[in-house]
């Protein structure tokens, strides 16, 4: 029928509302990522909550300087997410729900990201072979 | 540089890695040395474990082509905390829950006991719980 639209499925999508900066939960969900790709599977990431923070355009590419290690270079979450991004072109995506970003003021997303309203996450579920929510905002 | 003596307390270890690398609880410490007469540490809790000597642990994560070799390294703080003069303590108790004892420690952190710990606090203008 003309006009109907296929929605992609993924293999695995990571609810993840979990905060940065409280314990190691979001290291973990990136690795969980990975892994998952390196099996040459897809992943979305669902960003929820403070976890809306980690890909601000505000970070820049680097974290704040190190006053201890001046001439360091300390990737920011924003770069690291965007350079994970580049490396699995179409297996893997991040999406920034749009209620818990504007709730925080944290709106100024890298382009790389997608915004989706929350009235799509049941939709998103739907739209993955598994989904593994990591909650803890 | 102020006369203020502040001892921070440190309960809840291990607050972040990909995002916070240098920016942990004992960069905070490190950092606001300069500013203070004089600080000292107290780890608890699953803290104590910061201060758990090993040599294997590298600060490095992989994400495909993706490297990062700047995680926070806790024991690498601890030793610069003890070799800069800045006092390390650990809780016993919860040192002995976690299946340590004093032996297994960065050489120069001192292993007390809760309530020798808590004597401690009038030594300090501030008790900080970091």
């Known amino acids: ?137 | 540089m102020s006369e203020y003596r502040v001892l921070g307390v440190i309960d809840r270890a291990y607050r972040g890695a990909v995002e916070v690398q240098f920016f942990d609880a004992l960069y905070g410490i490190l950092d606001f040395r300069a500013q203070l007469g004089a600080v000292a540490l107290a780890l608890r809790g699953a803290a104590v474990t910061l201060a758990v000597d090993e040599d294997i642990y590298q600060p490095v994560v992989e994400f495909g082509p993706v490297r990062m070799d700047t995680l926070p390294d806790y024991r690498t703080s601890v030793r610069q905390l003890i070799t800069e003069g800045v006092p390390v303590m650990v809780d016993e108790p919860d040192l002995r829950a976690l299946g340590f004892g004093p032996d297994d420690v960065v050489p120069g952190v001192e292993v007390l006991d809760t309530n020798e710990l808590a004597a401690r606090w009038p030594e300090y203008d501030g008790v900080w719980f970091v």
């Open chain 1, 1 to 137: 029928m003309a006009g109907t639209i296929t929605q992609r499925r993924w293999d695995l999508l990571l609810v993840v509302t979990a905060a940065p900066h409280s314990n190691d939960v979001i290291t973990s969900a990136l690795r969980l990522a990975q892994s998952v790709l390196d099996q040459g599977r897809t992943v979305r990431l669902w960003a929820c909550g403070y976890a809306n923070m980690l890909t601000q355009t505000t970070h820049g590419d680097t974290k704040l300087i190190n006053t201890r290690d001046p001439e360091g270079v300390y990737p920011s979450s924003s770069r690291v997410v965007r350079d994970m991004l580049a490396a699995n072109p179409g297996t893997f995506a991040w999406i920034a729900c749009t209620a818990c970003s504007a709730e925080r003021g944290a709106t100024s997303h890298i382009n790389e990201v997608r915004f989706r309203s929350p009235m799509r996450f049941v939709s998103t579920i739907e739209g993955a072979d598994k989904t593994v929510f990591i909650g803890g905002a």
